[in-house]
């Protein structure tokens, strides 16, 4: 542990007052190790880890959903629309009898 190292003013640990030549906090005993180091504090914050995974993390949040059945048939639906389309185009002008 490096001694010269200056404490900080206000406990990130407890939020107590420290003083200036402290090597722990008086009220929680935290120090560089425990908890005024970045890395102490960093774990304390409950960060996700480096390696996301996507999918899991949208299964967690949505559960496993199936997707619409409609999406799976859309461009048919919309071929068979433009036919209908054509074909009542084509009967009000006569194209068709």
Not at 11 to 21: F, H, L, V
Not at 44 to 54: Q, T, W
Request: glycine share 8%; aromatic share 16%.
């Amino acid at each position: 542990m490096n001694n010269k190292r200056k404490p900080p003013e206000i406990c990130p640990n407890c939020g107590a007052e420290i003083p200036d030549d402290a090597r722990a906090c008086p009220e929680c005993g935290s120090d560089y190790e425990t908890g005024w180091s970045v890395r102490a504090y960093s774990q304390r914050l409950d960060l996700p880890d480096d390696e996301f995974d996507y999918d899991e993390f949208i299964n967690e949040e949505f559960g496993n959903q199936k997707k619409p059945r409609f999406r799976k048939y859309g461009l048919l639906w919309i071929v068979v629309a433009l036919l209908l389309v054509f074909l009542m185009l084509g009967w009000f002008f006569g194209f068709i009898h």
